[in-house]
C-alpha cells in the first residue's frame, strides 16, 4: 500500500518504515524500490524495528540511503517528535536548495535564449514565454517599453512590442489603444512606481536598464511567490535589463546598417535584402527604379550641402507620399531606388515627384531626375539586378538628361565587351604590345618640318584597335595615368634620338588626358621623365582637350602656368568641339589651337563649308596663337588653309602616322627631298 501511495504523490519529507512487516525483508524491499525505482532522493527514510537481531546491515544502509536507524524502544514521544522535526527541516532545506538550483537553471537557461533574441519584438516575446515558465502562469501577458524616463510619463508614452494569449491584437500599438483601463493603470503604476507589483488577478513586472530604457510585463494572473522565487525574480531581472541593453545596442546596428540616417529611408543593404526576397518569392511584375537627380553635384556646390540636404529630405518625403505601397530607398547620394509593380512606376508617375519647384532657403529649385529601369522577371540575383538598373541609368544620362532607359541584354553584352577590352587593354600594356607612331607637323608657310605629334597605337592578335575605342576606357578605369606617362618617355626619348640625327629644331606634341591633368603629381611626373630622358622642356608640347581646359579656372590656369614656365608649350586640341568661353581662353595663355578634323573635311571643291575654320583662325590671330589645321588629306584643303593664314598642318596629305622603326628613314629622305627641291 505504501508503495502504491509513494507512485502517485511523491512528496513526503519522511517515511517512517519498519524493517520486518509481510516478511523478514519487506521494509528493505521498499526501501530498495524507493531509492532506485521510484528514484525518490530527498524524502528521509527512518528505519524502525522491535528486535535488534533484524537491524541491517552498515552496507545495506549506505546502499539505500537510509537516513537513520531506531529500535522502537528508542522512539520516546521526545525522540520520535525530535528525529520527525529534524527530517522534517531538513526536508524543507533540501527543497529550498534545489528550488534555487532549478530556478537558477532556469535563469540560465531563459537568458542565454533572450541573448540570441534579435529585435525588441522577437526578446519581448521570449520574455513573456520566460516568465510565465519560471512563475508557473499561463502564457498570456503583453510587453510595453519606454525608451526614455527622461520625459514626463503617460500611457501613451507605453508602445506594446509583444503579446500572448487574449492580448495578441496590441502588438505595435500604443498602451492608451488598449481597451481595458484596469490593465493600463496597472502598467501606469508599475512604470510610475519601477518596481513589481502583484495582484490577485494579475502581475505587472518592471524592468530597467543604466540607459534609461523601460520595460513593464503584465502577466494576466495573479501570484503569491515565495521569499526564494522573489530572490529568483529579481536576479532575472538584472538579467533581463542586461538583455534589453543588448537588444537595444543590437537595434541601433541595425538601424545604422539598414537605413539611411539622415532622410529615414531605408539604404543600399536594406534596398537589396528586399530585392533579393521578391526574387526568392518569384513575385510577378516587379520593377526596380534607380532615379539619379541631374546636376545634383554643382547645386550642392552652389547652395551649400546643408541646403543639398534639405532638397534631398523634400525629395525623399515626396517619394514617399507618391508610393505608400512601394519600397522607396536611398541607393547613394543622390540616387533613390524604388521597388514596385510595373504599372504604379510608369516612368511619368515618377517624374511627377519634380514636377513642382523645390522650396529652399526662401528660393525655389526646379529638378529632374534620370531614371533606369529594370524587370525583375527572369532576374537572379539582387545585386545583378541594381548593376543592370545602373547600366540603364547611365546610358539615359549619356542620352538625355531627365529621360528613363529599360534595361536590355544588349547593354550588358556591350558592357561585358567593355570590361573585356579593358582586361586585353592591361595586359597588353604589361606585354609590352602597345607602340607608338609619330606624324610629322610642317609649316604651311615653307613646308618645313618643325615636329611630329605622337599617336598611341594597339594591334591585338594582328587586329588594329582603334583609339576611339580604347582610350575612353583606359580614362574610365584610371588606366590611361600609367598608359599616359608611358607613352610621354617613349615620345620624348624618340624626339631626343630624331634631333640628335639632323639639325632641325624638332618638337613632339603628346596628348595628356584630363584624368591624367588631375593627378596631384602631374608636374612632378613631368620633371621626372624629361631628366630620365635627358630632354629638356622646350622640345615638348602638351596637347590638351578644350573641355578640360573649360574646367574650374583657377586650378587650370595655375596647372597651365607651371609648365609654361618649364618651357613647355600647350596646344588646346580639337578646338571647336567644345564650347569655349574667349574670356577663359585669353586668360589661360595657351601657345595653339589645332582645328578638329571634322571641320578640314568639309573644306571640300565642291561645297566648301568654311565658316568654323575661317573662324578660328580668325580668333587664332586675334589672340596672336598659332594655329595648326589636324586631318589634311586634300590639296585644296592645304591651299585654302594657307590663304587664310593657318600656320602648321598634319594629315595624309603630307604623311601617315610613322611607326618608330621607320622614323629615321622617313625623316632622312624628308630632309633629302627638301634638299633637292631647294
Known sequence: DAREILQHNRDFAVILLDVVMETDSAGLDLARDIREELKIRDTRIILRTGQPGYAPELETIA???????????????????????????????????????SGLESIIKASKELLYLRGYDEFAQGVITQLTALLHLPKEGIVCVKKSRSDPLSAGDLYVIAAAGKFSACIRQPLSTLNDPNIVDSIYRAATDKKHLFFDTHTCLYFATPDEAEMIV?????????????????????????????????????????RDQMLGLPNRLSFLQVVEKALQDKVEDQQVVLIDIDQFGPLNDTIGTEN?????????????????????????????????????????????????????????????????????????????????????????????????????????????????????????????????????????????????????????????????????????????????EWALQTSLEAIGKLRASCDLDLSVAVNVSAVQLAQPDFIAMLDKNIKHTGTEYKWLELEITESFAMEDMTTVQALFHEIRERGARISIDDFGTGFSSLSYLEQLQVNSLKIDKSFIDRITPQNPDTRLPKTILQLGQSLALEVVAEGVETAFQEAWLKDNGCHFAQGYYFERPIDPQNIEVWLARHLEQRGSAS
Not at 525583375?376 to 538598373?389: D, G, S
Not at 531627365?402 to 556591350?414: I, V
Open 63 to 101: 546502499r539505500y540511503e537510509i537516513n537513520d536507524y531506531k529500535a522502537k524502544s528508542e522512539l520516546t514521544r521526545i525522540k520520535l517528535f525530535t528525529s520527525l522535526t529534524s527530517a522534517i527541516r531538513s526536508y524543507s532545506q533540501i527543497k529550498a536548495l534545489e528550488l534555487s538550483k
Open 218 to 258: 503584465y502577466l494576466n494572473a495573479g501570484t503569491e511567490i515565495s521569499s526564494e522565487e522573489h530572490q529568483l525574480l529579481e536576479l532575472f531581472s538584472h538579467n533581463i535589463a542586461a538583455c534589453i541593453d543588448n537588444v537595444t545596442l543590437l537595434e541601433q546596428r541595425h538601424e545604422y546598417a539598414y
Open 308 to 484: 543639398g540636404d534639405v532638397l534631398l529630405k523634400q525629395l525623399a518625403k515626396r517619394l514617399r507620399h507618391r508610393f505608400p505601397n512601394h519600397l522607396v530607398a536611398r541607393i547613394s547620394g543622390d540616387t533613390f531606388g524604388l521597388l514596385g509593380d510595373q504599372e504604379s512606376l510608369q516612368p511619368e508617375h515618377v517624374q511627377a515627384a519634380f514636377e513642382k519647384p523645390f522650396l529652399c532657403s526662401g528660393a525655389t529649385h526646379t529638378l529632374s531626375g534620370t531614371q533606369g529601369r529594370v524587370l525583375l522577371h527572369k532576374q537572379k540575383t539582387a545585386t545583378e539586378v541594381i548593376a543592370q538598373a545602373n547600366v540603364a541609368l547611365k546610358r539615359a544620362k549619356q542620352s538625355l538628361r531627365g529621360s528613363f532607359q529599360n534595361f536590355h541584354r544588349e547593354m550588358l553584352l556591350e558592357t561585358e565587351e567593355r570590361v573585356t577590352l579593358l582586361q586585353k587593354l592591361r595586359q597588353a600594356f604589361d606585354d609590352g604590345k602597345l607602340y607608338m607612331v609619330y606624324q610629322p607637323k610642317l609649316s604651311l608657310r615653307d613646308g618645313q618640318l618643325c615636329g611630329f605629334e605622337s599617336l598611341m597605337r594597339w594591334k591585338d592578335d594582328g587586329k588594329f584597335i582603334p583609339p576611339l575605342d580604347f582610350i575612353p576606357i583606359a580614362e574610365s578605369s584610371g588606366l590611361i595615368v600609367s598608359l599616359g
